[in-house]
């Protein structure tokens, strides 16, 4: 009996974890209003500092109309970004552009 009450607890957990991933899914756009930001501007969403000196953990939206749905999210360690580094707007909206080829609607 307590094995099967064990069995049953496992395989709920192995069900529900997608659910729980789910809620932090960085691809999922749809709290950022990109009316008043510029096309091809890196917005800032949230910034930590890590154990390591000199490195943080940022959280980002690239905007841009060359992303399939408008906005790319990232999920960063290092460094923390130049927002205006032209070389790290380039390597974004290259993604973005890459990734416009994968969608099914293409």
């Known amino acids: 009996m307590i ?7 496992v395989l709920m957990a192995i069900l529900f974890l997608p659910l729980a991933a789910h ?8 709290d950022i209003n990109t009316a008043n930001i510029a096309d091809n501007s890196i917005v800032i969403l949230s910034e ?11 959280k980002y939206a690239f905007v841009s109309v060359a992303c399939p749905t408008g906005v790319q ?7 923390p970004i130049d927002r205006n580094d032209p070389s790290l707007l380039v390597r974004e909206g290259a993604m973005c552009t890459d990734r416009s080829f994968e969608t099914p609607d293409n």
Request: glycine share 16%; hydrophobic share 25%.
């Open 3 to 9: 094995r099967k009450i064990g069995l049953i607890g």
């Open 23 to 30: 809620g932090q899914d960085l691809s999922r756009s749809e």
């Open 48 to 58: 930590e500092e890590t154990d390591i000196p000199g490195y943080v953990h940022e």
């Open 73 to 79: 999210l990232v999920d960063y360690y290092g460094p």
